[in-house]
């Protein structure tokens, strides 16, 4: 009983020394970005959220939807706090199927500040259909779903590279060291000077992906900067209410103290 015990912790650390050269030939840990919003009292980068969006719209938004947000959204507290009359130009510049009307049809009109973001596609199958039988996933929440969160999705964008010697890619497939099996079905849509920039910032690669993350992040957490201002008003009054505890025990134990 004990030999076979052995044996069978023997053949388990072999395999688990097997497959940790497997594991990392398969996937990178992601880039570690000094993202603004992270820590006790992070804050979303404005410029980059509105950024962000843009790069979203132009690039993005063709494949993937993000059902979970309304463009009234874009104009809130704790986001990319574009103006009222801002909103309603992004909003309107997008035709958004309503009805059906009097006569029971369905008609296109200007999109609503109170409208969800458009979704490209009719629906699921839709979807599958034009991206060579892979679904893009919604990006309302992919920080949040995703491993590694903002570094990852930033690590995949800027991941993309030739396959190595001896690697063989299936059509409509890419090689990225960040993805698990280094294989991903979307492509590389990002390029230098891809997006103008309202703001005149350079267009780059890696400052489109930290732009784009940036609004994905703030999409996924929107909450976000109040939970932190929450969090330090709560941590302030701990401290105070240590404070006034340890001087009031004090205070009784030194009246007991007096007394012996």
């Not at 069978?8 to 497959?19: M, R, T």
């Not at 309304?70 to 706090?81: A, I, M, Q, V």
């Not at 009719?122 to 920080?143: F, H, Q, R, T």
């Not at 995949?156 to 063989?168: F, I, K, M, S």
């Amino acid at each position: 009983m004990i030999k076979s015990n052995i044996k069978l912790l023997v053949l388990s650390f072999l395999l688990l020394i097997s497959l940790k050269p497997l594991q990392s030939a398969e996937m990178v840990d992601p880039i570690k970005v000094e993202w603004s919003f992270k820590g006790l009292t992070g804050t979303f980068d404005r410029a980059s959220l509105q950024r962000g969006f843009q790069v979203y719209k132009e690039v993005c938004a063709s494949c993937h939807s993000m059902q979970y947000l309304s463009y009234r959204n874009l104009g809130e507290p704790g986001g990319p706090e574009f103006s009222e009359i801002e909103v309603k130009a992004i909003a309107a510049s997008f035709e958004i199927e309503d009805g059906p009307d009097d006569q029971g049809e369905m008609f296109t009109r200007p999109g609503k500040p109170s409208d969800k973001f458009k979704n490209p596609y009719p629906n699921v199958k839709a979807a599958i259909a034009a991206n060579g039988g892979a679904y893009p996933p919604d990006m309302s929440v992919l920080v949040k779903a995703r491993k590694g969160g903002a570094n990852y999705i930033y690590s995949v964008l800027v991941g993309y590279e030739d396959p190595p010697p001896g690697v063989t890619l299936d059509d409509g497939v890419y090689y990225n060291k960040y993805m698990i099996g280094n294989k991903i079905k979307m492509p590389n849509n990002l390029s230098d000077g891809l997006v103008e920039y309202s703001d005149g910032t350079e267009s780059t690669v890696d400052q489109m992906a930290k732009d784009v993350t940036t609004f994905l992040a703030w999409a996924a957490e929107p909450e976000l900067e109040e939970r932190h201002r929450t969090g330090v008003k709560v941590i302030i009054y701990l401290i105070l209410l240590t404070i006034l505890v340890y001087l009031s025990m004090k205070k009784i134990w030194s009246r007991i103290d007096s007394e012996i």
